[in-house]
C-alpha cells in the first residue's frame, strides 16, 4: 500500500472521527509523548543523554504549542533544563503550560543562547503564512548549529500545499501524529527527517485514511521501494525480447545526439525489452549502444509498444506531424522536452487522449505548455493540468509529482538535487518510456522512473557533482538496490 499523506482538513476529520480520544486530550498525551521521546532520542544521538541538556521551546497560541509544553514537562521530569518562550501569552495551551510549570520548566521572556535543542511548537496545521515577526525574530536568535525539533510542521510550512513563506522553520527532525500530512513530501527538505508517532487515528498510520481527503484536493501518495521493485519489469522463464516490450525513441539529431544518446541509453538500461530509435542521430545512438534499432525515418521504425517523443526531437512542421501521428495511435506515448513545446502551440494533440499519455515537463516546461506559472501549489498545479486534459503529468523538481485526471498524485522525493543536470531529463524519459512499454500505467511508469533516476543520482555522485552520462552509469547500480 502506498504511503498516504493527508490534507489539514482530512488530518482533522480523522481526529474526531477518533471521539472521546480527542476531547478528554488522550491524543494530545499521545502526540506529546512522541515528541518527547523523538527529543530525547535525539540528545541521546548527539549528547549522550537528556540529563541536564538545556530544551528551548518556542510556543504558539494553539494545540502545537499545546503538545510542546507537554513535551517540554515530560523532558524536565526526565532532567532536562527546559526554557519556554511564549509567543502569544494569555492563549497558551494553558494545561500544558501548568504541567511545564509542575515539571519545574522555566517560561521565559528570551530563550538562553546556548541550547542542546530546540522545539517548534509555534503552529501546526492551524498555521498560516510565514513566521510572524515575534517567531521570526526568536529563531534568527537560535545558533544555526542547534537541531529544530518541529512539532508536526515546521512553522510557516504550509501543511496543503507545502510552501514555504518565509520566514519559516527549517527542522532537522520533524514528529507528527497519525497519518503524515501533504507538507511533509512536498516541503521534505524543510521538515528534516519525518517520524511518526501512531496516536491511535487508524490501526494502521501508514494505510488507507479512514476519511477521504475532500476531493477539491488532490490526493498524495508515496510509493515504497518494494512497491517499485513489484512492478518492475524482470524477465521470467518465459520471456524475451518482445514480451518486456519494446520501447521507440524520437530524441536527439545529428547536430545534437546527446539528446538521443541518454534516452536510449537509459531505456536500454531500465528493462530488458528492445529499444529502437527513430531520428537523425540514428548513428552516433548504435555507436553508443549497439543494441538499439536505429533508423532515420518514421516510416522504417518497426512496431513499438510505447513510444518517447520529445528531447531534441525538434517543433518544426516536420516534428508537429509526426508527434500528430504517433499521438494519434492507441499506443502508450510519452512526450518531453520539444514535445511538449509542439504540444504548448497543438494541445489538441493530446488533450482528452484515451490511452496512455505521459507529459514530463520542468516547470519552466509547464509554464509554456499551459501559459501559468507552476507557483507555490506545485500540487494543485499539476493535478489540474492531469485533469483538464485528461493525462498523466509528471512535474520535475527535488519532489517529482505525477498526477492522474482522477485527482491521485505520487510523490517522490529525489533526497538530494545531484540530478539537477543537464541530460538528466532525457534519462529520466528514456526509463519511464521503457516502462510504459512493459506496460505499467502512466503513473506508475513515471513515479518509478522518478525513484530511481534520483537513486542513480545520489549512488553516482557519492557527494560531488555529476553530469548526465554519470548518472546514466548509475542507472543498473540503483536498480540492483531495488531488485536484489
Ligand atoms: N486536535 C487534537 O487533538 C490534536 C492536535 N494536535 C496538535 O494540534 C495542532 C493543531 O492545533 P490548532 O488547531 O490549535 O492550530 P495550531 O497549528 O496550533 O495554530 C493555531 C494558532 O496559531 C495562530 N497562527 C496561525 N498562523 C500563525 C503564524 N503564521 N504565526 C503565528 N501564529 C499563527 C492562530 O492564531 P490566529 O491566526 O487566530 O491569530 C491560532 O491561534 C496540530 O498541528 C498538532 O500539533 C495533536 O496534539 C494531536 C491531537
Ligand atoms: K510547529
Redesign the pocket.
Known amino acids: 500500500m502506498p504511503v498516504s499523506y493527508l490534507t489539514a482538513d482530512a488530518v ?1 476529520a480523522e ?1 474526531r472521527a477518533t471521539g472521546e480520544l ?1 476531547t478528554n ?1 488522550t ?2 498525551r ?3 509523548h512522541g515528541v518527547a521521546q523523538a527529543v530525547a532520542a535525539l540528545l541521546a544521538e548527539r549528547t549522550n543523554g537528556v540529563v541536564g541538556r538545556a530544551v528551548g521551546i518556542v510556543v ?8 510542546a509544553l507537554y513535551a517540554g514537562a515530560e523532558l524536565a521530569r526526565r532532567g532536562a533544563a527546559v526554557s519556554a518562550t511564549l ?2 501569552p494569555d ?1 497558551a495551551h494553558a494545561g500544558g503550560l501548568a504541567a511545564l510549570r509542575r515539571a519545574r520548566g522555566r517560561v521565559v521572556e528570551t530563550l538562553p543562547s546556548s541550547l542542546d535543542v530546540v522545539i517548534d ?12 515577526p515575534a ?1 521570526a525574530t526568536v529563531f534568527a536568535s537560535v545558533d544555526p548549529l542547534t537541531p529544530i525539533v518541529a ?3 515546521p ?2 510550512v504550509d ?1 496543503d500545499t507545502g510552501q514555504i ?1 518565509q520566514p519559516a522553520v527549517r527542522a532537522d527532525v520533524t514528529v507528527t ?2 497519518v503524515r500530512r501533504h507538507a511533509h513530501l512536498l516541503a521534505a527538505p524543510q521538515c528534516g527527517r519525518v517520524e511518526l508517532v501512531d ?1 491511535g487515528l487508524a490501526e494502521d498510520p501508514e494505510g488507507a485514511p479512514l476519511v477521504s481527503t475532500p476531493p477539491t484536493r488532490p490526493r498524495l501518495y508515496a510509493l515504497t521501494d518494494t512497491e517499485i521493485a513489484d512492478a518492475w519489469p524482470v524477465p521470467g522463464p518465459h520471456d524475451d525480447k518482445y514480451t518486456q516490450g519494446v520501447v521507440g525513441v524520437i530524441a536527439g539529431s545529428h547536430r545534437y545526439p546527446g539528446a538521443g544518446i541518454l534516452c536510449t541509453g537509459a531505456a536500454v538500461t531500465a528493462t530488458s525489452g528492445m529499444t529502437r530509435y527513430v531520428g537523425s542521430a540514428h548513428a552516433e545512438v548504435v555507436e553508443h549502444f549497439p543494441e538499439v534499432v536505429a533508423v532515420p525515418d518514421f516510416a522504417d521504425a518497426g512496431r513499438v509498444q510505447a513510444w518517447i517523443v520529445g528531447p531534441g526531437a525538434g517543433t518544426d512542421d516536420a516534428a508537429v506531424d509526426l508527434l500528430g501521428k504517433i499521438l494519434a495511435t492507441e499506443l502508450p506515448v510519452l512526450v518531453d522536452a520539444d514535445g511538449l513545446t509542439v504540444l504548448s502551440q497543438h494541445p489538441e494533440l493530446v488533450r482528452g487522449r484515451e490511452a496512455p499519455t505521459l507529459l514530463t515537463p520542468h516547470a519552466g516546461e509547464f509554464a509554456r505548455l499551459t501559459g501559468e506559472e507552476v507557483g507555490a501549489d506545485r500540487l494543485g498545479t499539476v493535478a489540474g493540468l492531469a485533469q483538464r486534459w485528461g493525462v498523466t503529468v509528471l512535474l520535475k523538481g527535488r519532489i517529482t509529482l505525477v498526477a492522474e485526471p482522477d485527482g491521485t498524485v505520487f510523490g517522490n522525493d529525489a533526497e538530494s538535487s545531484w540530478a539537477a543536470t543537464a541530460g538528466a531529463g532525457d534519462v529520466l524519459s528514456g526509463i519511464a518510456g521503457a516502462l510504459l512499454a512493459a506496460g505499467l500505467p502512466p503513473i506508475w511508469a513515471g513515479a518509478a522512473a522518478a525513484r530511481v533516476h534520483a537513486r542513480a543520482a545520489a549512488l553516482a555522485s557519492g557527494g560531488a557533482p555529476i553530469g548526465a552520462s554519470n548518472l546514466l552509469a548509475g542507472l543498473r547500480p540503483a536498480l540492483r538496490t531495488l531488485l536484489v
Open positions: 482533522r481526529e480527542l486530550g491524543l494530545m499521545r502526540a506529546s504558539g497560541a494553539g494545540d502545537n504549542g499545546g503538545d509567543l502569544a492563549k511548537g509555534v503552529v501546526g496545521i492551524g498555521g498560516h503564512g510565514p513566521l510572524r517567531a512539532v508536526d510542521l512553522s510557516g501543511a513563506n501524529f497519525g496516536i
